[in-house]
Each structure stands twice: as structure tokens, then as C-alpha cells.
């Protein structure tokens, strides 16, 4: 009988100690492929869409800088092109002006969400060398204000924090069934396979904190160089503001739109004067906070939906687009299985 007692002792800490292993190797193998899984995809995207300049072709662009990494900005240009722009100690950096010089700035002011124009000359490597850099100090307070806004993402990361405490809670009470289960090998691997399922939830739900889906959208269009909203305009806007009651970490995107008409410095003017009234009536009408709208930015007549050769089409071209985003991190449920029993626990999706 003795014999027997210590045969049984001895498999049940064999068994706990292969469950350790395997959920220790489940884990890691799970968090390596996740994030190779990651890289490979960042860099197929960086590649479709890069713009190369030829070595000593002089160019000058336009366009929204995307990322910075120390002295190299990623520039998307008018054509949707990422091109990759050097700063150096001969880049001269200034605001445009229409009268006399504008100001200098220094290159760490040059941030994400900044439409610039860049004029130097291609490198080795396709990188165009920027000899001068030129953009409108109000472009520049807009890009300050992109970058500075952290706090949607704050309350992502707290709401992703609430959601690991409790996940760890269930893997606490499948630990405690892998231990009941110990007289048996299949039933300490199902509550391995279940602990690796729910760490898997939860490292997609906090990879998809920054994924953002589209609740709803509206488009409004202007008369000729008016940024007026319609009532007709109003009543779409309505629809959208009511659409975001009662949903938690949402934000607004919002971008003007001008039909060819005029020159292009005008009409991107008259864009972003057209998002600013989208916001203000959302702001002032419906009470939407501020910190729930990204900071507007007017396209001119950019990115056309309709063919400005024609009256109609034009029409369709005087728009300002808006967008209601949901992080998929907050809405998308988390699920985890418990062997010992035939239902699912699903965790409530946050709204």
C-alpha cells in the first residue's frame, strides 16, 4: 500500500511539472511567432508603397510626414507614396510666408501629422537629402497637437490592464483544475491547452488596441467656396453624434475636401475651413468632447471621389469625410474554454 502511495505522488508532481513546462513553452512560442508575425508584416507594407529617389536627381515633394526615426522622416506624398526624407546640418528649415522670410525652426519640431514641402537631391540609397524644408505654421501647431494627444490611448491601456486582471483570474481557477486532475495525463493537458488559449486572447486583445474599425461615417458637401454646413449637412451630422452615445473610447476623424476649382493653396485652405465647421457643430450642438476628435486636416483638392471635369462630379468633390472609430481592443470579446465543462465563459466586451 505504502509502494502505491509513492508511485501516485510521484506522477502527480510529474505531471505538474510537465504542465509548468508546457505552459511555459506554449507562452513563449506563442509571443515569438506574434511578434515575427508583426515585423514581416510592417515591412511587406513599407515596401509596396516606397518612393525612391535616383541618386543626385534633384525632386522636391509634398505631402504628410508619417513616422520619424532620428534624422529620417517618412514622408507620404500627394500620390500616396511613402518617401524616406534625411535631415542634416544643411537642411535650412523654415515657415512659408507670403511676404518676406519666414522663421527658422529646429529639426526636432518636425513631427507626425505635418504637411511639408521638402526640395534636395537623391541619394545612394534612394533617400532624397533635404536642402530645404518649407510649411505653414499653422500645419505645424495641427501636427503638435496630433502628436501630443495621448489620452484616448491611456484609457485603451487601462481598460486592456482591467481585462488581463480578470483573465488572470480564470487562468488561477484552470491551475487549480489542472491540480484536482493530476491522476490523469489528458486532463492536465486540456487545462494547458485552455491557460495557452487564454494568454493567446489576451495577447490579441491588446495588440488590437490601436486597431481601429469604423462605427459608422458621413460625408457632407458644400456649395461652391462655402464651408456653410447645409441642413442637410446637420441632419447627417446628427446621425453621427447620436451613433457615439453610450460607446466608451471612441474617436472622430475628420477631413475636408475641395473640388479643382481655384488654385491648389486655396482650396486647401477652404478644405480644412470646412472641417473646422463639421467640428465646431459638433462640438457646440452635440457637446462631443474635444479629446474624442482628431485634429482636422483639409486635403484641398486632393484625393477626388468624382471626376472634376463635370458639374456633378465637382459637387461630389466639395465633401468634408467623417468617421466614428471603435478600438477593436474594447469591443471584441475575449474567450476561454474550461475543460471541465461543456460552455463557454465569455468575458463582456467593454463599449
Known sequence: MKNNTSKLTACGASLSLA?????????????TTNSAANTATAQTQTMAQARSISNGQKAKIRGVVVDRQSDML?????????VQVKIDGNTNIKSKKFFGSGKSYAAELLTRGLYLEAQGRGDSVGTLVAEKIRFGEDDLRNAQALDARVNPVEERVGAAEQNAQRLSGQLDELVAISNAARGGAKAAQDTADAAVSGVNATNTRI??????????????????????????????????AQGATGIKGFVMEVT????????????????????????QYLVETHGVPLRRI?????????NSVADNTTKEGRAQNR???????VSKGLTNSVEVRNPNQQSVDQATPQQ
Open 319 to 325: 465633401r468634408v469625410e467623417v468617421k466614428l472609430l
Open 207 to 240: 495588440t488590437e488596441l490601436d486597431d481601429y474599425a469604423v462605427q459608422s461615417a458621413a460625408t457632407v458637401n458644400f456649395k461652391i467656396g462655402s464651408s456653410v454646413l447645409s441642413p442637410e449637412a446637420k441632419t447627417q451630422l446628427d446621425t453621427v
Open 74 to 82: 517618412t514622408v507620404k506624398d500627394e500620390t500616396g507614396s511613402n
Open 256 to 279: 475636408g475636401y475641395a473640388d479643382s476649382t481655384g488654385n491648389s493653396v486655396r482650396n486647401r485652405a477652404l478644405s480644412q475651413r470646412r472641417a473646422e465647421a463639421v467640428i
Open 19 to 31: 504542465l509548468t513546462l508546457g505552459l511555459s513553452s506554449g507562452i513563449a512560442q506563442n509571443n
Open 294 to 302: 482628431l485634429p482636422s486636416y483639409g486635403y484641398g483638392d486632393a
